[in-house]
């Protein structure tokens, strides 16, 4: 039999873990009682708006679901791993579960976008159509299992998030080409390929290279998250609609030797707190967003801007060069494409003759005071 490196490291924990649970018996209290107590590493600060909460929530929503014999102790961005290091830490045994952004795996396999953000892709509900529906989730695992050792489930969704804030006015592509924005993943590649810098900085030192001047502009989220961020302090417009983030989709992940050693209905608690956790979120964003914008404009009054279509334009055909270029990375992209691109098709159609109606709609009723 042929023993790869993964597997090696893999099979050489689990008999560790065996060795080690005979050597000490049963001795700990909690194993002599039946329960459990997972580690669980994100990729975020404690109360980090909008994103902590799913890990919060997951970990109670476990525990109740298992009357309380399995607990999740959550632990914050650096104080077990770094941010970027919470995959590694799950799929190697170091901790059991963690929650991230998909995004912040795409160093180690860039298609990983199509299952958490995508450059003009699903929104929220089509996403979680595409995921619980369409087969992105049984495909997703497969691919994590065999790459990564990990199980995940989509946890957390952001919703359409903004294009961004700028100093200066966007009234065309022109203005648009030789903008230093900070961006990341995806979308920074478009934007490379349509004229614009784009440059990747942490979260934490957006603000003070918005104060410095050492960059332009930014985009990181939504109404909510960004003026918790105080970016309207050195910017004046704020650009919709966020076409590089029309969803975010973050996941929880679990380690995939501990997830397999879970009895059936372990592992449907597992799957229906993702789901719980999930859900709760998908209300969470919207709910606060709101409010936040209705500050942003009436209390900073900021200046909330539509890209004008050429920008649009050029973006989406731009997005959908690179998406089509990512999907055929490798066979297990070419699979992922394949499954995302039919979906997205069908909801694109469904969207123009559906949804864009309904907004537009709404449109209506809010300027004239309905």
């Not at 996403?127 to 050792?149: A, P, S, V």
Request: with cysteine.
């Amino acid at each position: 039999m042929t023993l790869n490196r993964r597997s090696f490291i893999r099979h050489s924990a689990v008999a560790g873990a065996g060795a080690a649970a005979t050597a000490v018996g049963l001795a700990t209290p909690a194993l002599a009682q039946g329960k459990r107590e997972l580690t669980m590493v994100m990729a975020w600060p404690h109360n980090f708006p909008g994103l902590a909460s799913i890990a919060y929530n997951f970990a109670k929503f476990v525990e109740e679901l298992s009357d309380g014999q399995i607990t999740i102790k959550v632990n914050a961005a650096g104080e077990l791993v770094g941010a970027l290091e919470v995959f590694d830490a799950v799929g190697q045994g170091t901790a059991d579960v963690y929650h991230s952004s998909v995004s912040f795996l795409a160093s180690k396999w860039q298609p990983c976008a199509f299952y958490g953000l995508v450059p003009f892709g699903l929104n929220v509900t089509e996403h979680c159509g595409w995921m619980y529906y369409g087969g992105g989730q049984e495909l997703q695992q497969k691919i994590y299992r065999d790459m990564f050792n990990l199980i995940p489930f989509t946890c957390g969704q952001t919703g359409t998030q903004m294009a961004g804030w700028f100093n200066k006015e966007i009234n065309s592509l022109t203005d648009f080409q030789g903008v230093k924005m900070r961006s990341s993943g995806i979308a920074g590649e478009v934007m490379r390929r349509v004229g614009a810098s784009a440059v990747m900085i942490p979260p934490q030192e957006i603000f003070t290279s918005l104060q410095s001047g050492a960059i332009d502009a930014t985009e990181l989220c939504c109404a909510w998250l960004d003026i918790a961020n105080g970016f309207h302090q050195h910017t004046k417009y704020y650009y919709t609609p966020g076409w590089q983030e029309v969803n975010s989709a973050g996941e929880i992940g679990i380690n995939a030797d501990l997830f397999d050693s879970f009895t059936p209905l372990q592992k449907k608690i597992m799957q229906h707190a993702a789901q719980s956790a999930n859900s709760m979120n998908i209300g969470e964003w919207p709910y606060f967003n709101a409010k936040a914008m209705e500050t942003l404009r009436t209390e900073h009054k900021v200046d909330v801007r539509s890209y004008p279509d050429d920008v649009l334009i050029a973006l989406a055909k731009t997005s959908q060069e690179v998406m089509a270029e990512l999907g055929q990375t490798d066979d297990y992209a070419k699979e992922t494409y394949a499954s995302w691109k039919a979906y997205r098709d069908e909801a694109i159609q469904y969207s123009a003759l559906v949804d864009y109606p309904t907004y537009r709609a709404r449109k209506l009723a809010f300027e004239n005071g309905a």
